[in-house]
């Protein structure tokens, strides 16, 4: 049924959950499914000028691949696994992977921080989920 699945990772408790669940999606399509474990993280902006731009772009890289890193352990072992750390907000960033790469599942966690609007999913969630064009599977 899904070949492609992305999974959008930020090291919350409900992307954690999302990225097991991905995995095992994913070892139940046949053959495997392709996970592709995506991580957005804050831009930098250019006005910081040098040396603080880039000791800040490298920071948020490093921590950006240590939330590949672990999204990957918790995918699994056994599976055709593509990363990719992305600068930008995080649903615009989902949204366009998932149409660029053709995913044809989106699996992420909604962490439901903010006020009565973002109460049952979180605002990137509701984003993604209103605008995706594939299905989406939103993990509390």
């Known amino acids: 049924m899904f070949s492609h699945i992305l999974l959008a990772y930020d090291g919350s408790e409900p ?3 999302a990225a097991s669940l991905a ?9 495997p499914a392709l ?3 995506m ?17 800040l772009a490298a920071e948020r890289t490093l921590k950006g691949q240590d939330l590949l890193l672990e999204a990957r352990g918790l995918v699994g072992a056994g599976l055709d696994v593509h990363e990719e750390l992305l600068f930008g907000p995080p649903a615009a960033e989902i949204l366009g992977v998932a149409e660029v790469r053709d995913c044809d599942l989106v ?5 439901g921080q ?3 609007r973002n109460l049952l999913f979180g605002s990137q969630a509701q984003k993604v989920l209103g605008q995706a064009r594939c299905p989406v599977l939103v993990i509390p």
Do not use: K, T, W
């Not at 995995?23 to 053959?31: D, F, N, S, T």
């Open 15 to 17: 992307s954690q959950r």
């Open 23 to 31: 995995g095992r999606l994913a070892r139940e399509q046949q053959p």
């Open 35 to 37: 996970v592709r474990v």
């Open 39 to 55: 991580v957005a993280v804050d831009p930098v902006s250019a006005n910081l000028g040098e040396p603080n731009f880039s000791r």
């Open 107 to 111: 699996v992420m966690g909604a962490r």
């Open 114 to 116: 903010g006020g009565l």
